[in-house]
């Protein structure tokens, strides 16, 4: 059974930093590729920061590039990102996600709120 388990979240002043962690289990971590997402009350859910196991390729969003940074330690099983330079706009559920053998796997999110 894939699990992911999102935390680290919390109550932040506008442009202090934030470190969230995801503990991924119940799959093979040969190819894949793991993420974040974020979800803002009223708005869809966006991509914010992703990197595949095979080669280490990172993505991130425009709206994050130069603030917030992935992470993955191949030899366990936890995903961070560290996120600095917070905004209210910043403020959202941030989820986990995986993408292995076709399939996308959610965890159950961890809030986010940026005070302005």
Known sequence: EVQLVESGGGLVQAGGSLRLSCA??????DDYAIGWFRQAPGKERE?????SSSDGVTYYADSVKGRF?????WRSNSLALQMSSLQPDDTAV??????????????QGTQV???S
């Open 47 to 51: 991509g914010v920061s992703c990197i």
């Open 69 to 73: 940074t992935i992470s993955r330690d």
């Open 94 to 107: 941030y989820y986990c996600k995986v993408r292995w053998r076709g399939n996308d796997y959610w965890g």
């Open 24 to 29: 991924a289990s119940g799959f093979t971590f």
């Open 113 to 115: 709120t940026v005070s």
